[in-house]
Each structure stands twice: as structure tokens, then as C-alpha cells.
């Protein structure tokens, strides 16, 4: 099986304002994009955490949507990355799954961050999201979704696990610890993208994005400047762990309520 080539774009986020994000990002894919499987955005790439206060509503039939379709046909790769999304119950913080050949897949984030507010702005999802994609599942989930470690756990169905983040420097130590532990605990690659700079509410982010292998180790650490760089995932790996330490068939069964 063809091992799956992603691209982590760390990038700093312009405050609520969509196109100089699109402009910004597509220089990125056009300059580094052109070998990967899958180019992964941070968490609300369009206009920042909660920028959308500021910013004009998105929509599933928006120009951002029709934005990476267009680039994640002339790339032949996914685009990733999650974005405000107007719907008919309210707004939710979606991240979009783009596929080259044009389909699109969802994931609207479950768990919403209370202490900054998000609960007061969109509305929660209440379903986990496997895509399958060259081979490869991968379970999609979005920032404080990291702390839930229910929620992401890993029941055979998925190789891969994704977090997009807006996550801020005074928490670091935890995004680093809690990527790890969700590979080691679910025989996983754990991929996390987050952004850089400072935002309008005085907000600070310094990255971090990384790749743990299913044994905890660091396949990619991106450190703390604006960066982009293309980590390559191997199934075999996966296979070999999971075959030697079988781990997974010793977890407790249990049911998540969507209430």
C-alpha cells in the first residue's frame, strides 16, 4: 500500500478577512503543494478563532468551498483544514474534507471550546467522521477535540487521526503531550496542524504542529516558526505495531451519546 504524503501548512492567519487568507494559503500550496496526497490548513483558516464575528458568513456553497475544490482538482490531493459554516441549524466550525475527484466530506466540530466562548457562536456536532482516502482511514477532529480522549479513541476503524487547531502558546505542554498519547493509545499516526502569530484578541500561537508515529514518536516537529513541511505515513509501520503489540483488542468496549 502506497504510503500517504501530507503536507502540514503552519501559517500565520489574516483577522477576519477570507480572501487575503485564500491568497495567502494558495501561494503556499502552489509553491510546496505539488508532491502531496493531502494539504492540511489550520482550524478556521478563513478568518481566524471566532474571527467570523467580523467576517462575512461562509457557506456550503461559498467561494472558499469553490476555492478548494478548484486547487484540490489541479493538485490532485486533498485539501483539509476547517472553516465557520452557516447551516440550516446554525453556524458550526466544519472541517472540510476536499477531494480531487470532487467530493466533499465533513467533520462539525464536537467539542466546543466553552472558556473562549465557541459554545455562544456555533452549535456542536454529534457524529465522529472516517474518511477513506488512497487506502487510508483517517478519523477527523478539530482542536479542543484533542482533550477528549472517548471521542477519539480508535475501535478498529481508523489508521489515521487529524487535529486542526487554533491552539494558543499558554497551553502548549498539553498539545504536545495529549497528540502524543492519542497515537500511543490509539496505534495511530496522529497528524496536528496549528497556526502561528497573533491574533486580534491579543491571542498568541506558535505552532507546534507534528506527526506522531503509532508508537508516540515524532515523525515531524515543525517547532514554533511559520513553516510548511510534507510527512509521509507509512502503513506497513502501522500494520507491524499493531501485529507485535496488539494493544487495541484489549479495549473496553462503550457507547458514546450524541445528547
Same mark, same amino acid.
Given at each position: 500500500?502506497?504510503?500517504?504524503?501530507?503536507?502540514?501548512?503552519?501559517?500565520? +492567519?489574516?483577522?477576519? &478577512?477570507?480572501?487575503?487568507?485564500? #491568497? @495567502?494559503?494558495?501561494?503556499?500550496? *502552489?509553491?510546496?503543494? $505539488? =508532491?502531496?496526497?493531502?494539504?492540511?490548513?489550520?482550524?478556521?483558516?478563513?478568518?481566524?478563532?471566532?474571527?467570523?464575528?467580523?467576517?462575512?458568513?461562509?457557506?456550503?456553497?461559498?467561494?472558499?468551498?469553490?476555492?478548494?475544490?478548484?486547487?484540490?482538482?489541479?493538485?490532485?490531493?486533498?485539501?483539509?483544514?476547517?472553516?465557520?459554516?452557516?447551516?440550516?441549524?446554525?453556524?458550526?466550525?466544519?472541517?472540510?474534507?476536499?477531494?480531487?475527484?470532487?467530493? +466533499?466530506?465533513?467533520? &462539525?466540530?464536537?467539542?466546543?471550546? #466553552? @472558556?473562549?466562548?465557541?459554545?455562544? *457562536?456555533?452549535?456542536? $456536532? =454529534?457524529?465522529?467522521?472516517?474518511?477513506?482516502?488512497?487506502?487510508?482511514?483517517?478519523?477527523?477532529?478539530?482542536?479542543?477535540?484533542?482533550?477528549?480522549?472517548?471521542?477519539?479513541?480508535?475501535?478498529?476503524?481508523?489508521?489515521?487521526?487529524?487535529?486542526?487547531?487554533?491552539?494558543?502558546?499558554?497551553?502548549?505542554?498539553?498539545?504536545?503531550?495529549?497528540?502524543?498519547?492519542?497515537?500511543?493509545?490509539?496505534?495511530?499516526?496522529?497528524?496536528?496542524?496549528?497556526?502561528?502569530?497573533? &491574533?486580534?484578541?491579543?491571542?498568541?500561537?506558535?505552532?507546534?504542529?507534528?506527526?506522531?508515529?503509532?508508537? $508516540?514518536?515524532?515523525?515531524?516537529?515543525?517547532?514554533?516558526?511559520?513553516?510548511?513541511?510534507?510527512?509521509?505515513?507509512?502503513?506497513?509501520?502501522?500494520?507491524?505495531?499493531?501485529?507485535?503489540?496488539?494493544?487495541?483488542?484489549?479495549?473496553?468496549?462503550?457507547?458514546?451519546?450524541?445528547?
Amino acid at each position: 500500500m502506497d504510503n500517504l504524503k501530507c503536507l502540514l501548512v503552519q501559517s500565520r +492567519l489574516y483577522w477576519a &478577512d477570507a480572501q487575503a487568507n485564500r #491568497s @495567502y494559503l494558495e501561494v503556499i500550496v *502552489r509553491e510546496h503543494g $505539488g =508532491s502531496s496526497d493531502v494539504i492540511l490548513f489550520p482550524e478556521t483558516f478563513t478568518h481566524g478563532f471566532l474571527g467570523d464575528t467580523q467576517a462575512n458568513r461562509e457557506s456550503m456553497d461559498g467561494e472558499t468551498l469553490h476555492w478548494m475544490k478548484k486547487l484540490s482538482a489541479e493538485f490532485d490531493c486533498v485539501l483539509g483544514g476547517s472553516v465557520a459554516i452557516n447551516t440550516p441549524r446554525g453556524t458550526v466550525n466544519r472541517f472540510l474534507w476536499v477531494c480531487p475527484d470532487g467530493e +466533499l466530506q465533513y467533520y &462539525d466540530k464536537r467539542h466546543l471550546f #466553552s @472558556y473562549g466562548g465557541e459554545d455562544k *457562536r456555533y452549535v456542536a $456536532g =454529534s457524529e465522529r467522521k472516517i474518511v477513506h482516502y488512497r487506502g487510508w482511514r483517517i478519523c477527523l477532529q478539530t482542536c479542543y477535540d484533542l482533550r477528549f480522549p472517548v471521542w477519539c479513541r480508535n475501535r478498529g476503524d481508523y489508521d489515521a487521526m487529524i487535529f486542526v487547531a487554533n491552539w494558543p502558546v499558554p497551553r502548549m505542554a498539553a498539545w504536545d503531550t495529549l497528540l502524543r498519547a492519542r497515537a500511543i493509545e490509539n496505534q495511530c499516526y496522529v497528524i496536528g496542524v496549528n497556526r502561528i502569530g497573533e &491574533d486580534r484578541r491579543g491571542l498568541k500561537y506558535s505552532g507546534g504542529s507534528a506527526v506522531y508515529d503509532p508508537l $508516540g514518536e515524532a515523525l515531524l516537529e515543525l517547532g514554533s516558526e511559520e513553516k510548511n513541511a510534507l510527512a509521509s505515513l507509512d502503513m506497513e509501520k502501522i500494520l507491524g505495531i499493531r501485529s507485535e503489540l496488539p494493544f487495541l483488542q484489549d479495549a473496553d468496549e462503550f457507547d458514546i451519546r450524541s445528547d
